[in-house]
């Protein structure tokens, strides 16, 4: 199956670095990014695309500012072919507001490149895998922010309404939501299994959260 890889967000974010090493850890500069970045003939971020309400500075990807209904989008433009691999996402997510804030972002790993919809820019029906970074309560059970790993196979519309109750492989609560200090989540892959670990607020130990 074709894989792309692409970062979503309905929320206040920066993004500061992406980096995908392969099962033999070598760094695969095609899927990464990191500051500095420096416009050229093919754009600020190589081998990316992006849009909506994303704005790249020297220093950092800032998916979506802290204002009502914005949405900014990252793509990789290249296919994953590899069998087993390892990302890592430097992270801070901020805004002013202290009860009310956006749905949140996700990093996808789907069949679908360059689609757009209401589940943290996806598609409704996307065909893949996420880790979705939950920053609102629309069930209202009182777990956000929280962090899922969720799944779909393109025919059923993501349960949305539900924080991705029905898609929702596993899950941890973690408060990464206006931290003083940048956050980190490590995503890795390895014979068939996903696991998600994160260090948040500057902590330098990751935990595990979701497998």
């Not at 609102?136 to 779909?152: E, K, S, W, Y």
């Not at 309404?161 to 029905?166: E, I, K």
């Not at 931290?179 to 990751?206: D, F, P």
Request: charge should be positive; proline fraction near 4%; include cysteine.
């Amino acid at each position: 199956m074709r894989v792309s890889s692409a970062v979503f967000i309905l929320a206040a974010s920066l993004l500061l670095i992406c980096a995908v090493v392969s099962a033999t850890g070598r760094y695969q500069s095609q899927h990464s990014f990191k500051p500095p970045f420096a416009w050229s003939s093919t754009g600020p971020v190589p081998n990316w695309e992006f849009g909506g309400s994303t704005v790249i500075t020297d220093g950092y990807v800032r998916l979506t500012p802290d204002r009502q209904s914005r949405r900014g989008w990252l793509w990789n433009r290249v296919p994953v072919h590899m069998k087993a691999w390892e990302v890592e996402v430097e992270f801070k997510v901020h805004g002013v507001g202290r009860h009310t804030f956006g749905d949140g972002f996700a990093i996808w790993f789907t069949k679908e490149t360059q689609a757009q919809g209401p589940a943290y820019g996806n598609t409704l029906k996307f065909t893949g895998i996420g880790v979705v970074f939950d920053t609102f309560d629309n069930d209202r059970n009182r777990q956000n922010p929280l962090v899922a790993l969720v799944m779909n196979n393109g025919t059923a519309d993501y349960d949305y309404a539900h924080d991705g109750a029905a898609n929702t492989l596993a899950f941890c609560r973690s408060d990464f939501r206006n931290t003083q200090n940048v956050n980190h989540a490590r995503i890795t892959y390895l014979n068939g299994v996903l696991e998600v670990a994160l260090a948040t607020n500057g902590q330098s130990q990751y935990v595990p959260c979701a497998k």
